[in-house]
């Protein structure tokens, strides 16, 4: 082969490389998570609906379908606007309990603490109420039927975390604009926030976790963005404009999961950003806000949800082995993502 002939064939080949890579890149989503982040390639999503989770009874409706949590054992938290508003099932969607009516007037958020007891936010009765795993009813904060912004009172609370040591740090959000921390007995010790977008201000404090450090993270959804706390109140950091984030989950290796929906322009008149959402995410990240992954899960039309999709998603939690529980308010049901190999 001549010189010449060589040369050729090298320079066809690196064009065809230049342009495959031109079009593998144009055919990849990339990510950006800031200004100052260098972009990311927005990864496959790994998980897969399971349409036959949950086996529901007939004789258990689901409502607007708000909280969902997941216990040691991994068994599914479903927190619904029907009755019974607690059904607990199995990871391979089997019933095993229900309980609630007797108590929740108007299911929001619900986690299962580290000593196993569930805990639940009633934007109805504006309290939050402790519960065994069978549902006997542990201790109440706030005054139900009461609705204010006090030591004794909250106002609609939307969510709450538990840390290892008891202490309880509750989004006071639809009526109030602030977190209110008690102790392990359920004294009140203080609270912090009103409304507004600076930092330390809320619009709509709606979900909450916290890392095995103690930092708290809320989901402040109608100034979209995430804000960090330390458990005395003090301000340091905030995530913004990533998504308007509905609802929150952590790990026990301190990865956050948010579900919720994409940065929309605030609307004229009554309501409340991001109602209706315009698309359906979920967006894993780490504890400096370094987004992981993001998945856009198509969204369903009212009344005619298929499995897979979602219409409103709300809240979000996983079992041991990664797959994700996700519910929604006009969907009216929770379903199961299973994680692929």
């Known amino acids: 082969m001549s010189g010449c002939l060589r040369r050729w064939i090298g320079w066809a080949v690196g064009v065809v490389a230049v342009a495959w890579t031109a079009v593998a890149a ?31 009874p007939a004789t258990m409706p689901w409502g607007e379908t708000s909280g969902i949590a997941v216990d040691a054992k991994d068994q599914v938290y479903v ?35 580290r000593d196993g ?11 939050v109420f402790q519960f065994t795993p069978e549902g006997k009813l542990l201790k109440t904060l706030g005054t139900p039927g009461e609705p204010g912004e006090d030591a004794t009172h909250l106002n609609r609370p939307t969510d709450m975390t538990v ?59 109608s100034n979209v963005r995430v804000q960090v706390f330390d458990q005395e109140g003090r301000f340091l950091a905030e995530w913004r404009n990533l998504l308007v984030p509905w609802g929150l989950w952590i790990s026990p290796n301190d990865e956050i999961w948010a579900c919720g929906s994409s ?10 950003l991001g109602c ?21 899960i198509p969204k369903g039309e009212d009344g005619k949800e298929k499995p897979g999709e979602l219409n409103w998603v709300h809240a979000i939690a996983l079992d041991s082995h990664g797959n994700i529980y996700a519910c929604d308010i006009q969907g009216k049901r929770a379903q199961k993502f299973v994680r692929r190999p």
Not at 32 to 52: C, F, G
Not at 83 to 102: F, N
Not at 185 to 199: E, Y
Not at 263 to 272: D, F, N, S, T, Y
């Open 26 to 56: 144009a055919q990849t989503p990339v990510l950006k998570t800031s200004a100052d982040d260098p972009p990311r390639v927005n990864m496959t999503p790994w998980y897969e609906v399971d349409p036959s989770w949950p086996q529901r």
């Open 79 to 113: 927190f619904t606007r029907a009755k019974p508003p607690v059904q607990v099932y199995d990871t391979q969607g089997k019933l095993l309990r229900a309980w609630g009516d007797d108590v929740i007037e108007k299911a929001h958020y619900l986690k299962v603490a």
């Open 117 to 127: 007891t569930v805990w639940a936010a009633d934007v109805g009765k504006s309290a």
């Open 163 to 221: 840390t290892p040591s008891g202490d309880v740090f509750v989004t006071d959000g639809y009526g109030n604009s602030r977190i209110v921390h008690f102790d392990a007995q359920g004294k009140f010790v203080k609270a912090w926030g009103r409304l507004g977008s600076k930092p330390g201000e809320f619009s709509l404090p709606h979900s909450i976790v916290v890392d095995s450090k103690g930092l708290l993270y809320v989901a402040d959804r």
């Open 263 to 272: 940065p929309m322009i605030w609307h004229q008149g009554p309501g409340l």
């Open 276 to 296: 209706p959402p315009k698309d359906q995410l979920f967006m894993r990240l780490d504890t400096s806000g370094r987004v992981l992954q993001l998945w856009t």
